[in-house]
């Protein structure tokens, strides 16, 4: 028996050895890095170690007082709460409506579409087909319709531009949540449901009574999913935006791309931009992820079985 022991855990410490070095070298490396670089000032992303200027928290004062830095937060707080609730509420009400209908598998795979579409693409097909001011398909259906006020709105002006981009991101992020919620749904028992209508529970007792308590586990996943999507938005922000800095489309990863790898856009919209500073924003951005998941632990606490 001791031998047997000996050699499981020989076994199991051999196949944990890859993943637990791949961890150290590729993520917590980086990441302690990242940490360390964030109190210093550094010219370029290939400056030596001996040419870093130590600011303690400069960096993360400075941050604070940059307008950019502060409009971008706050364009990913609007994503994460105004834009997650869209989301959320029209992935819940695709996944029980589908749930009913015998074509689900179809509109389920449809709706579900966007998400294996590249970014860019989407952007440009939302920007050109949808968003255009001449021809674009919501000038063409509020013109049918007679409303020439909404046919009027130029989508891709820069007062909208925050609008169009959150409504196209939004848009296609309903089929993944969705699916997910299928998923959670299929997995409660019928049971429950035919009991509750032999009690004569409605279509909303059933909802908030059986569907939304027996998926709390999974919910909270996917919150956690659109949390760390919504605090690290960079590629919509990017490819949204024709020169990369509009502060109306502005992230903090986008931020932190400009200020790492620098430009002469960069350079004119603030005058302190170095790698410490762009590292200090990714520092701010993992706290929020952290944050994030801490507090939604709480407000959805992980369902207790006892057997």
Not at 40 to 54: D, G, I
């Amino acid at each position: 028996m001791g031998n047997m022991k000996k050699n499981e855990r020989k076994m199991i410490i051999m196949f944990m050895a890859p993943v637990v070095l791949i961890y150290l070298i590729f993520f917590l490396y980086p990441t302690i890095r990242t940490v360390h670089m964030s109190f210093y000032k550094v010219k370029n992303l290939a400056s030596p170690v001996n040419e870093w200027s130590f600011v303690g928290f400069k960096n993360y004062m400075d941050l604070t007082k940059n307008p950019l830095f502060v409009i971008s937060y706050k364009n990913i707080m609007a994503i994460l709460f105004i834009g997650g609730l869209a989301v959320f509420v029209l992935a819940f009400l695709f996944a029980v409506v589908l749930q009913k209908m015998k074509t689900k598998k179809f509109f389920r795979a449809a709706i579900y579409l966007p998400n294996v579409i590249t970014p860019v693409a989407l952007v440009v097909m939302w920007t050109q087909y949808v968003f255009n001011s001449r021809f674009g398909f919501l000038k063409n259906f509020f013109g049918a319709l007679g409303l020439d006020s909404l046919a009027a709105i130029p989508w891709t002006s820069p007062d909208w531009a925050f609008k169009s981009m959150m409504v196209a991101f939004c848009f296609g992020s309903v089929g993944y949540y969705m699916v997910i919620i299928m998923a959670a749904m299929d997995k409660i028992p019928k049971d429950f449901y035919e009991c509750a209508d032999l009690e004569g529970a409605g279509s909303f007792t059933k909802f908030f009574r059986i569907t939304l308590p027996l998926m709390k586990d999974i919910l909270r996943t996917a919150i956690t999913f659109w949390c760390l999507g919504a605090i690290n938005f960079f590629l919509w922000s990017r490819v949204f935006s024709s020169s990369g800095l509009d502060p109306k489309t502005l992230s903090p990863a986008n931020l932190m791309f400009n200020m790492i790898f620098g430009g002469s856009k960069t350079q004119q919209v603030a005058e302190h931009i170095n790698v410490g500073m762009g590292a200090a924003i990714g520092v701010t951005l993992c706290v929020s992820v952290i944050l994030a998941f801490a507090i939604l632990n709480v407000v959805i606490s992980k369902e207790k079985y006892e057997y």
